[in-house]
């Protein structure tokens, strides 16, 4: 079974300082990974993926992520953190089981706080 | 283009009523999921249709939950008798197949609150 691993439920940053959130996963295969945003009371935005191509990933806003085999993360980096950025961010894993069952597996997400 | 349409966006009944929930995908997309998020939580997986057909019921609780999806295109999610711990809000996510399909979108989500 695939899941992912959030290691911090909290992260508080200064604006303008960078941002690291991360994440862990634990797959059989070659995994399909996702970081959604999600701002209060709205839905969720798909931030970026990856999909065995590129082990370095660009997404919006300028966030980006890294895929490391050895290390079996996937953590998310911002360069500079702005106000705006203030959410809860989820790690996701693709879990195909069998039959074309492949929804999506959450980590119970890390709130990011932006420190004016 | 239209994203994941959902509806009500809010809704409170009292426990042992029911409610239901519509979801429209995006247009095109075969393939529907419905989640459940409870607060400060992820959302988890209840089920996921392709076309008119349920390829994983599997987290789906049957005895008070049941979801079709009778023309292949837009869902109902219903809950009888509701809960208290059904309080959450319930998202509806499509994607389209193949491997531009990767990428699954999610509606704004129907907040359920059952007193």
């Known amino acids: 079974a695939q899941s992912v691993t959030q290691l911090d439920s909290h992260v508080s940053v200064s604006e303008g300082t960078p941002v690291l959130l991360r994440c862990n996963y634990s797959?059989?295969?070659?995994?399909?990974l996702f970081w959604y945003v999600q701002h209060p009371n709205k839905g969720l935005q798909l931030l970026l993926k990856?999909?065995?191509?590129?082990?370095l990933v660009k997404g919006i806003n300028g966030f980006e992520a890294e895929f490391k085999k050895s290390e079996t993360s996937f953590h998310l980096t911002k360069p500079s953190a702005h106000m705006s950025d203030a959410a809860e961010y989820f790690c996701?894993?693709?879990?195909?089981?069998?039959?074309?069952?492949?929804?999506?597996?959450f980590g119970k997400g890390t709130h990011l706080i932006i420190q004016p | 283009e239209a994203g994941v349409a959902q509806s009500p966006r809010y809704k409170i009944i009292e426990k042992r009523q029911s409610v239901a929930f519509w979801c429209n995908p995006i247009?095109?997309?075969?393939?529907l999921y419905w989640y459940q998020q409870i607060l400060g939580q992820g959302p988890k997986l209840l089920i996921q249709?392709?076309?008119?057909?349920?390829?994983?019921d599997s987290q789906l609780p049957k005895d008070r939950f049941s979801a079709e999806r009778l023309k292949g295109v837009d869902s109902t999610l219903k809950i009888q008798p509701a809960k208290l711990e059904d309080s959450a809000v319930y998202l509806c996510?499509?994607?389209?197949?193949?491997?531009?399909?990767?990428?699954?979108?999610f509606g704004e989500g129907s907040w359920l609150t059952v007193v």
């Open positions: 797959s059989s295969y070659s995994p399909s």
């Open positions: 996701v894993v693709r879990s195909y089981s069998g039959g074309g069952a492949d929804g999506l597996t």
């Open positions: 990856y999909t065995s191509a590129a082990t």
């Open positions: 247009s095109g997309h075969a393939t």
């Open positions: 996510a499509s994607r389209s197949t193949g491997y531009s399909g990767n990428t699954i979108y």
């Open positions: 249709f392709q076309n008119n057909g349920v390829v994983d």
